[in-house]
């Protein structure tokens, strides 16, 4: 049986492996009989196992793995990774039939048969999606979308829907954290443009136990709370949604793919990790030194108001 091989990008954080899902699934679409394997620096395994596309999951820890992970049989090697040599490298010792790989000024660009090149100003989901786009052609939003309705397939009945979803996490720290208590300002803005009876649902995961304790104790009925779900039961969450809201955080990515209208808050521009469309909006502070909670409920607002007219047509 061919094989085709993915390297992923060496971070272990779960916005990196996110970005990935979309290009996995257009992989198989293309070639469901074939077997994928996904090779990774760090340890993150278990995210990729679960996957209905992934066959197989290969931890690489030295340049003989990477090279090993290229058997006679892989006819395709698709490279996501856009900032070291050996992957490059080890595709010129085994040259697969179809090499895909990111242009970024390095003596292996070229060994790729097919490309992209590399820009920090593109949304990473996308990029990799561009790069298979060499290949044959790639309709980015319904690829993204599809990827996102098969993974939530048997939660999208039982997961309740609600009118906005807020993320108000953020792994990396606090600078990138809004607050709760600007979520819930944001909240209370919103009730005039989308009616009193909108229902807020707040995705929180096991570092947001003090936002959960704080949201719990107020008991507030127009507002619910999604704790430590699973990648399937977060994609129907947001697939469902009317608008997300979100800190730049790794359940981000699953709301940019679901393609519904998204307001991102950044403590400072950040536009590979933001997909820019007509029903997207990035809210950053109005001058760099300020903290990310110098952006009020009011900028954020404002942003809401203004991707929401722009909503797919999927959505009415």
Request: hydrophobic letters at 40%; proline letters at 6%.
């Amino acid at each position: 049986m061919s094989e085709v091989v993915v390297y992923i990008r060496s971070q272990p954080q779960f916005g990196d492996q996110i970005v990935a899902f979309p290009a996995l699934y257009q992989l198989k679409s293309w070639w469901s009989s074939n077997r994928i394997t996904v090779v990774a620096r760090d340890d993150v395994g278990d995210i990729y196992r679960a996957l209905p596309w992934v066959n197989e999951f290969v931890r690489a820890t030295t340049f003989s793995d990477y090279v090993r992970s290229l058997k006679k049989e892989t006819r395709v090697s698709v490279c996501l990774h856009h900032s070291s040599e050996r992957y490059g490298l080890a595709n010129l010792l085994r040259r697969p039939a179809v090499r895909l790989g990111f242009l970024n000024a390095r003596i292996s660009d070229r060994v790729w048969t097919h490309c992209h090149r590399k820009d920090t100003a593109e949304y990473i989901g996308l990029a990799n999606l561009r790069l298979l786009a060499s290949y044959q052609p790639v309709d980015a939003e319904p690829t993204m979308r599809q990827c996102f309705q098969a993974l939530a397939a048997r939660d999208l009945q039982t997961t309740p829907s609600s009118d906005v979803v807020m993320i108000p996490g953020g792994g990396s720290g606090a600078f990138k954290r809004w607050s709760l208590a600007h979520y819930l300002g944001l909240v209370d803005r919103l009730k005039g443009l989308l009616g009193r009876d909108a229902r807020y649902l707040f995705v929180l995961g096991p570092q947001e136990e003090q936002e959960r304790a704080t949201l719990e104790a107020m008991r507030r009925p127009d507002i619910s709370i999604a704790y430590r779900r699973s990648i399937p039961e977060l994609s129907a969450i947001m697939l469902q949604a009317r608008l997300v809201v979100a800190n730049d955080c790794g359940p981000s990515h699953i709301a940019q793919s679901a393609c519904v209208p998204y307001v991102g808050v950044f403590n400072a521009p950040n536009p590979e990790w933001f997909w820019s469309r007509p029903y997207s909006a990035a809210v950053v502070p109005q001058h760099h030194r300020d903290g990310i909670n110098s952006i009020t409920p009011d900028d954020v607002f404002g942003a809401c108001r203004g991707v929401m007219p722009h909503a797919p047509s999927y959505l009415s």
